[in-house]
C-alpha cells in the first residue's frame, strides 16, 4: 500500500479517481467530485482527505471525511450521560457528514484512520472551545460493524434500528485524547 498523507482537501487535488464500487455508493462520489470544495470555500463542512502523491499529476484521493456540526436527539432513550442530570433531548455532537475509502484501499486501516482525525480533532480543538460531548453518524448499514470497531454505540430506541441510517456516536469523554 502506498504511502498516504491526510490533510485538508485542497483546490488542486484529484477528485475523479475515487473508485467506491458499488453503484449504491455513488453519492459519496458525487458529493467530493461536485461539492467538497466548494462547501470548503463556504465553511459549511471540513473535508479531510487522504492523497496520493503523483509526480505526474495532481494528488489522488483515496480516502475522504467530512465533518459538520450536528446535534444527537435521542427521541425516548435513556440519557447518554449520568451525571450531570442534563434536562435535553438534544446533545451537542460534531457529526461525520461523510466518509468513503476507494475500494482497492479497504481492509489496511484508512477509515479508522479517518474516523479517529475527526475524534482527535473534536476533542482536541471543539470540545475545548465550543460545547460538545460526542460524535455522530447515520451509518449506512453497511457500515455498522466498522464504526462498532471504531469504538461508536447504535443509539438505543426502536425507531433508531429501524432508521435505514442509525444513528451512531462516540462519547469523547470516554476515549484518551
Ligand atoms: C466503511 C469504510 C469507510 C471502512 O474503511 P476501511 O478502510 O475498509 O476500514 P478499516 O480498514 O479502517 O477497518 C477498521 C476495522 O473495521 C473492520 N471493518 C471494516 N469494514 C467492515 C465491514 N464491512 N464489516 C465488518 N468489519 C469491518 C475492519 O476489519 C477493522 O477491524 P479491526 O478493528 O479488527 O482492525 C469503507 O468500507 C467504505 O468506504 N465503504 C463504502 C462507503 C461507506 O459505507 N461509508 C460509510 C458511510 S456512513
Known sequence: MPQLEIRPIETGDGVKSL????????PLK??????AKDYEVATLARTYVAVEPDLNSKPQIRGYITLVAGEIVTDGAAPLIETPAYAYSQYPAVKIARLAVHKDYRGSGLGRELVDLALGITKSYICPRVGCRFVV?????????????????????????????????????????
Do not use: W
Open 30 to 35: 458525487t458529493f467530493l467530485q461536485k461539492h
Open 19 to 26: 473508485s467506491l464500487g458499488d453503484e449504491k455508493f455513488a
Open 137 to 177: 453518524v447515520d451509518a449506512k448499514r453497511c457500515s455498522i460493524p466498522f464504526y462498532d470497531r471504531c469504538g461508536f454505540t447504535l443509539l438505543d430506541t426502536r425507531t433508531n434500528k429501524r432508521r435505514s441510517e442509525p444513528v451512531m456516536f462516540v462519547d469523547l469523554n470516554k476515549i484518551p485524547v
